[in-house]
T-cell receptor, first 115, second 114 residues
C-alpha cells in the first residue's frame, strides 16, 4: 500500500527564516494535498498538486510536486508566528488515479517559530 | 455555504464505557463522510468512510463502529472503550465527485480513555 513519509518530523525556526518540509511517496502521486493543523484543531486545506512539476503559492507558502510525481515540498518564506502548527501531506490512495479514492496522510511535521 | 460540526470537543471516558461521537454536515447533499483518528506517533489514520446512507466501509479492524442514519450525519461508536482508543478524532466530508480541495475537516474530538 502507498505510504507517505514526511521530513523533518519536527522543525524549530527563527522568525523571518525560510524553511522547507518534504513529503515522499513510495508510489506515483495522483493527487497531493497539503494541510495545516493548529494544535488540537481540525485540518485546514492549503493546496493541491496534481501534475508533475506543478507549483502553487498562497501568500508566503509555496508547494511543488516533482516531475516524477513521487515527492512534494512545502516552502515557507520569511516565517511568522502564525505559520506555527503541524503540516500534513495527503495523497489520493488510488493507484489508478481514481479521484474518488480515499486520502492517506503522512505523520506530519511540527513547526515551531521562535520570536 | 457548507459547514461541518463535530461534538463533543473533549471527552474523558473510563475503560469499558460506551462511546458516541457525532458529526453533521450542512449545506450539501450526498457527501462522502470520513472518520480519522490522530494518535501520537501514528499520524492521521482513516477509520471509516461512507458514500451514502447505511453504507459504511471499515479501514482498520478495531472495537469501533460507524453508522450513517441520515444523509448528512455520521456517528462513531464503541460498546466498550479501550485505553488504546484514546486520541484525536476527526470527521471530514467531500463532495461525491471529488473537488480539488480534498476534504473539509471538523474541529475534532479529543478522547481520553482512563
Amino acid at each position: 500500500s502507498q505510504e507517505l513519509e514526511q521530513s523533518p518530523q519536527s522543525l524549530i525556526v527563527q522568525e523571518g527564516k525560510n524553511l522547507t518540509i518534504n513529503c515522499t511517496s513510495s508510489k506515483t502521486l495522483y493527487g497531493l494535498y497539503w494541510y495545516k493543523q493548529k494544535y488540537g484543531e481540525g485540518l485546514i486545506f492549503l493546496m493541491m498538486l496534481q501534475k508533475g512539476g506543478e507549483e502553487k503559492s498562497h501568500e508566503k507558502i509555496t508547494a511543488k510536486l516533482d516531475e516524477k510525481k513521487q515527492q512534494s515540498s512545502l516552502h515557507i518564506t520569511a516565517s511568522q508566528p502564525s505559520h506555527a502548527g503541524i503540516y500534513l501531506c495527503g495523497a489520493d490512495r488510488g493507484v489508478s488515479g481514481n479521484r474518488d479514492d480515499k486520502i492517506i496522510f503522512g505523520k506530519g511535521t511540527r513547526l515551531h517559530i521562535l520570536p | 455555504s457548507q459547514t461541518i460540526h463535530q461534538w463533543p470537543a473533549t471527552l474523558v471516558q473510563p475503560v469499558g464505557s460506551p462511546l458516541s461521537l457525532e458529526c453533521t454536515v450542512e449545506g450539501t447533499s450526498n457527501p462522502n463522510l470520513y472518520w480519522y483518528r490522530q494518535a501520537a506517533g501514528r499520524g492521521l489514520q482513516l477509520l471509516f468512510y461512507s458514500v451514502g446512507i447505511g453504507q459504511i466501509s471499515s479501514e482498520v479492524p478495531q472495537n469501533l463502529s460507524a453508522s450513517r442514519p441520515q444523509d448528512r450525519q455520521f456517528i462513531l461508536s464503541s460498546k466498550k472503550l479501550l485505553l488504546s482508543d484514546s486520541g484525536f478524532y476527526l470527521c471530514a466530508w467531500s463532495p461525491d465527485r471529488r473537488s480539488n480541495y480534498g476534504y473539509t475537516f471538523g474541529s475534532g474530538t479529543r478522547l481520553t480513555v482512563v
